[in-house]
């Protein structure tokens, strides 16, 4: 039987509920308990896959072909598992399932309400996430802020949850911001206090709060947080900021988080083993090398719409010993302005990452091009495999007007078409080739010798591929195929050996990176970029000029 831990935010959204969930699931983790996390999104769509990132940052995409809130990514990443679509519970699924179910006639009779019908399926959709993998506790975060309409009857559920499993096998921990005001130096926990009574006023009093605040909070204002929100003042923590997320778990254990939940859910007391964890992050914060990279993308102004491309740039730079500088810039400058993409050359690599639609896409393609013709270190990311495909097409094998059919239907050269089983769908939600596939990779290639294996399974969201009719013209132009589909019929992985590192993937790699654990295209892509950097520091050296600033 799995205990449940809750975890609820207060005064505004994005204030890292997520971070603190996973964190609490490492720290449990290191204790030997065997952990999953939930989360719990109150929108009404079924998943986050028909949201463009800008409503709701990335779609995480996961093992079983979920698409799902970025949060299942910070969780994978803080806990090192493979979470299900089941992971991610959103009010569109609940309603489709009781709306479907009541349809049938299987509450034939009956009156279907949020109480008891609703509440009933949320708390299904728990257990059968946490139960399915047999999990010592599992973290359920609900998305959203106390007090909030589309919350209320996933609060309910979670209340009626603490009556059915026991006092002993649930907790309840609340993340709520305290802001510090500029003139006065002062935390301000007003605001806090009233998220705590709009979780009071539907039954919940939390076990335990975690102030979200700039600084670590002094103790006046743990005393007072203890006061008001009727708690011992041991169950008040601050998660406050720091240079890399993954120092949360260390900073919330250091003030007793472990010791506090473990006591509580009555677990056994055990040492807590985080000393690797502990090294990790340290291996971000020592590294002295820097290596810029350059995103171009079109959701630059999210920084969240990319995380975790930002996340595995990360940890393979940490893995080489280095911070990883990475500037987000929005293609669209490069259709205004074509020779600002001169300025790339200050970064020691480039990165186009997935995407969508039409806007910026000219901007991309010349990105493309002046890396591969310019010998920067380049990784190709599912949209960026296509483009780079396309720029090809165009600009080496003379295919003019070559482009994908997403962007122009009219082409004459579609390099890039849809999948074939993706001609006859109608709906939109859920049905582009998700999850992950096995990808066979060509000996000999720059793949074979990143991956070092002939298989790597890798996760998929996209509905064009590249077209079979171009094969041939495209690899007798030098590009290599060095992954392909188990079957053999969709290009995986294209390269071109006549440049120092020019790879592109069908696949989004950054989804299975992990600290301590990065993934091969972008470790390599890294070592490649570090590599262009000591050239290039070598070459101004013997030549006495200075590079360029950034
Ligand atoms: N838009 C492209 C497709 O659907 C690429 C998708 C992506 O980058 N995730 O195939």
């Known amino acids: 039987m799995p205990k449940y831990i809750f975890v609820t935010g207060g005064v505004v959204s994005s204030v ?57 990514g910070w969780y994978e990443r803080f806990l090192d598992i493979t979470l299900s679509k089941r992971n991610n519970i959103t009010t569109g699924q609940v309603y489709l399932e009781v709306i479907t179910k009541e349809r049938r006639g299987d509450y034939l009779g009956k009156c279907v309400q949020i109480v008891p019908h609703i509440t009933d399926e949320i708390k299904r ?37 603490r009556l059915e499993e026991g006092f002993e096998n649930t907790l309840f921990i609340h993340v709520a911001l305290v802001p510090i005001l500029k003139a006065t130096e ?27 605040c700039e600084k670590p909070i002094d103790k006046a204002t743990r005393s007072k947080i203890a006061l008001f929100g009727t708690l011992p003042e041991s169950a008040v923590f601050c998660s406050y900021d720091v240079e890399h997320v993954y120092e949360v778990p260390l900073i919330l254990e250091e003030q007793g988080m472990g010791v506090f939940i473990t006591g509580r859910l009555n677990l056994s007391w055990r040492q807590p083993r985080l000393k690797e964890w502990s090294d990790i992050v340290a291996s971000m914060k020592n590294a002295r090398e820097e290596v810029r990279i350059a995103v171009c993308g079109k959701y630059t102004k999210l920084i969240d719409s990319y995380v975790s491309v930002r996340e595995a740039l990360i940890h393979a730079a940490a893995y080489a010993g280095a911070k990883a500088i990475i500037d987000w810039i929005d293609t669209e400058e490069f259709e205004a302005y074509p020779e600002k993409v001169n300025l790339l050359s200050r970064y020691d690599g480039i990165l186009v990452p997935g995407g969508f639609g039409q806007r910026g896409v000219e ?36 295919l003019e007007g070559a482009n994908s059919t997403e962007v122009a239907a009219d082409t004459p050269h579609p390099v890039i078409d849809l999948l074939p ?3 006859s769908l109608e709906n939109l939600g859920g049905t582009m080739r998700l999850g992950a596939f096995e990808i066979i990779i060509k000996p000999g290639t720059l793949a074979y010798k990143l991956y070092n294996t002939r298989v790597t399974r890798q996760r998929h969201r996209h509905r064009y591929e590249v077209n079979p009719a171009y094969w041939d013209v495209l690899t007798r132009a030098g590009m290599v195929f060095s992954g392909m589909s188990e079957d053999g019929r969709r290009v995986e992985i294209i390269e071109l050996p006549s440049h120092p590192y020019f790879i592109a993937t069908q696949y989004h790699a950054e989804f299975v990176s992990k600290p301590g654990k990065p993934e091969a295209a972008y470790l390599g892509f890294i070592r490649a970029a570090l590599n262009r950097r000591k050239n290039l520091e070598n070459y101004s050296r013997s030549r006495n000029i200075s590079l360029p600033l950034r």
Do not use: W
Request: with cysteine.
């Open 186 to 212: 002062e935390f301000k926990t007003k605001a806090l206090q009233h998220s705590v009574n709009e979780l009071r006023r539907i039954g919940i009093q939390p076990d335990a709060i975690v102030a979200r």
């Open 16 to 72: 890292g509920k997520g971070i603190v969930a996973a964190s609490v699931g490492r720290i449990l983790q290191a204790r030997g308990y065997k952990v999953t996390a939930i989360k719990i999104d109150p929108y009404l769509n079924v998943d986050s896959g028909t949201m463009n990132p800008y409503a709701h940052g990335e779609v995480f995409v996961t093992d079983d072909g979920g698409e799902t809130d970025l949060d299942i």
């Open 421 to 423: 089983e993706q001609r």
């Open 363 to 398: 901007g991309k393609i010349n990105v493309i091009k002046y890396s591969r013709e310019n010998g920067i270190p380049f990784l190709g990311i599912c949209f960026g495999m296509q483009l780079s495909v396309v720029e090809y097409a165009r600009n080496v094998c003379g």
């Open 125 to 161: 959709r728990i257990r059968l996430a946490a139960e399915n993998e047999g999990v010592d506790i599992a973290i359920v975060e609900i998305g959203g802020t106390a007090g909030d309409i589309e919350g209320q009857p996933f609060l309910e559920a979670a209340r009626q949850m």
